[in-house]
């Protein structure tokens, strides 16, 4: 079965501070795809990154690192100073050979106080 | 110019009543999906076309039926509206519906069934 588990439902940090939201899939399939997408409470999903299984080097783009550890089955997440425009439901998902579908997780909600 | 859009952004209607959500890209993508998402954020594929084909169809009662007039077009139409059926319906493209493609969506349409 495939199977995207984000098991943080929400988290709430002060400004600033680093918050990583974590993500494990099950799949049986070799090759598949993960991604990040953010929900900003204008409702819209934007893409965030895509990575392939045969590429496990970290990911960073600014504030945003991405951690992919095959041998845990995990794709985390973390926003580095986090800023109140961060505040979203972020999604992980999983697309496996041919399925030509995405598989979401539950969603975390990340609250950034000021 | 929007990529992905869709209309209306919001639907509030009476349960029974028949409703149409229509979805255009401007992408030039070939295949098109619709998702949805429910009050507890979770998500989840319904329809995938591609090039006016039906490709996935998941376990979606027949009171939904997508219509693909072009590439380009995919409006989902829902029969007998249900109290269950309230939801945010997101509509979405990629240029192929492989694997390792990142779909672009739409702003939703938020459907509230009284």
């Known amino acids: 079965a495939q199977k995207v588990t984000q098991a943080q439902t929400e988290i709430s940090v002060v400004e600033k501070e680093d918050v990583t939201l974590d993500c494990v899939y099950e799949t049986r399939d070799t090759t598949y795809y993960l991604f990040w997408y953010k929900q900003p409470p204008s409702g819209e999903l934007v893409f965030l990154i895509r990575?392939?299984?045969?590429?496990?080097q970290n990911e960073i783009s600014g504030r945003y690192s991405w951690n992919f550890q095959k041998s845990t089955s995990s794709f985390n997440f973390t926003i580095t100073a986090s800023q109140v425009v961060d505040s979203a439901v972020y999604f992980c998902?999983?697309?496996?050979?041919?399925?030509?579908?995405?598989?979401f997780g539950q969603g975390t909600r990340l609250t950034i106080n000021p | 110019d929007t990529a992905v859009s869709q209309t209306p952004k919001y639907l509030v209607t009476q349960m029974g009543n028949d409703k149409s959500i229509k979805c255009e890209q401007n992408?030039?993508?070939?295949?098109m999906y619709w998702y949805k998402q429910d009050s507890k954020k979770f998500l989840k594929i319904m329809f995938s076309y591609n090039n006016k084909e039906l490709i996935i169809n998941e376990t979606v009662p027949n009171r939904f039926s997508p219509k693909s007039p072009d590439k380009a077009h995919l409006n989902l139409h829902i029969n007998s509206l249900e109290l269950g059926d309230s939801a945010v319906y997101f509509c979405a493209s990629s240029q192929e519906g492989a694997t390792n493609e990142k779909l672009f969506f739409g702003s939703g349409t938020q459907l509230s069934v009284l």
């Open positions: 990575r392939n299984s045969f590429d496990e």
């Open positions: 992408l030039g993508h070939d295949t």
């Open positions: 998902a999983l697309n496996f050979q041919g399925a030509q579908k995405l598989v």
